[in-house]
């Protein structure tokens, strides 16, 4: 089954449902969409879709129920799964007099007004009375100490209306999912899963409605200290797949000046890195060109096409494949075009054949250096990685490699097989993925 995540960043539904072919052609298993739960339509911003209003009423600047139920039939017409963003650690930060009232009374009052056009848009439940009050959310005050983890869980994040796990919230929250799914939603990617309660976890997300649904959360972490408090105990204890920051951080140590390649010949086995069966893996996430605070642990463009290429050739873990429409250009100049539509361009478009070719297929190192590796997939798939400034040069036994013409799916290159062992010359800074 393929696998590969196209993460559609803050993408119009029609514009998914436009291109659920090309997506399918291209050789992607599922597409994560944005949050669909309501937020504000006039949001432009992306963070508006992460500052929910109400569960019950699909619509936001990306769409409306209608469009998303189009999105939904037209990737599972082209055998594409479709998950979607989830965020049920907080609703939105809105300056109100009723702040802790949602939808709060204006909205209700908007809901009358439009009543047909909001019975449209509803997902479940009953717009004429409110969804959460007052007595709903933890009243502590925001974070303060981000490694405390009973603020990280207990408190607001950044001002945001922090819910509270009582059973009311319990009981909407799997009454949202529970709809979702009778719409065709395949999977759910968790938000802010270390501002969430292990038991919320456990209660909205570890339940019968939930069985057969791919579930990944979203564990922010920037080191092993930070991985030590906030994702391997929730690895070990919790049954859902995970973001790989263990790996990410790798990534960023080998792709250093004085980092070596060999750290990936097999990182799980040293603890940097998830368990590959439970590993959503990446070389950028949303979070990273968008907020300031997250900036910093951004890849070097080329080491980011170097790591993409580590992460579809690799065997392990469901790579996730992020693309924008430049929300992070207009702040940041040089981001203009670097993830927008990233999703087809001609490097990533070969790693994900590449993948998809060789998926399953066990991996052994070929040759390992500092700055250079080549990793074989089974009898027919090769992985050459240069991270350096030089051409390198590496003479290769081709036991276990079946004996043919390979061709190198990221620039068009032959190179023939044959006899006890061969030669494979590659450029500086720069990676081949050979299929026989």
Known sequence: ?????????????????????????????????????YSDP????????????????????????????????????????????????????????DRLNFPGEAELQHYRLKREEFERDRLYGDLSAGLFSPWDFNTE???????????????????????????WVIEQQRSCLHAL???????????????????????????????????????????????????????????????????????RRVFSPTGSMRE????????????HWRAVTFSVTHDMPNNDGFR???????????????????????????????????RYPDDRNRWADSWQKNDISAMVFFHNAVHGLPQRPLFEDDGFLVLARGNRGIVAINKTDAWQQAEIR??????????CHLHGHRMTVSGDSFTLDIPPREAQLWLC
């Open 1 to 37: 089954m393929r696998d590969v995540i196209l993460h559609a960043f803050d993408w119009h539904y029609n514009d998914i449902a436009t291109n659920a072919e090309r997506i399918a052609a291209v050789g992607y298993g599922a597409v994560l969409i944005p949050p669909p739960l």
């Open 42 to 97: 006039a949001g432009s911003e992306w963070w508006q879709r992460y500052q929910p209003k109400d569960y019950r009423v699909l619509r936001s600047y990306l769409g409306n129920k209608a469009e998303l139920e189009g999105t939904i039939a037209a990737l599972h017409r082209h055998g594409v799964r479709i998950y979607a963003d989830i965020v049920f650690n907080h609703m939105a930060n809105e300056n109100r007099p």
């Open 141 to 167: 005050g925001n974070i303060c100490n981000w490694l405390d983890p009973h603020e990280s869980t207990e408190h607001n994040l950044s001002g945001l209306p922090d819910l509270d796990l009582n059973d």
């Open 181 to 251: 799914n009778t719409m065709g939603f395949d999977g759910y990617r968790i938000d802010a899963v270390k501002h969430l309660p292990e038991e919320h976890l456990q209660r909205v997300f570890e339940t019968v409605d939930m069985a057969g649904k791919y579930l990944f959360g979203e564990v922010l972490t920037a080191n092993d200290h930070e991985e030590s408090l906030f994702i391997w105990p929730l690895f070990d204890r919790e049954h859902l797949a995970f973001y790989d920051f263990p790996l990410h951080e790798t990534l």
């Open 264 to 275: 990936l010949v097999d990182p799980g086995a040293f603890g940097q890195a998830l368990p």
């Open 296 to 330: 910093g642990v951004m890849l070097h463009p080329q080491d980011e096409y170097l790591a993409n290429a580590y992460l579809l050739g690799r065997d392990g873990g469901v790579p996730l494949v992020y693309s924008d429409g430049n929300q992070s250009a207009a």
């Open 398 to 407: 081709s036991w276990g490699l079946s004996q043919c013409d390979y061709y």
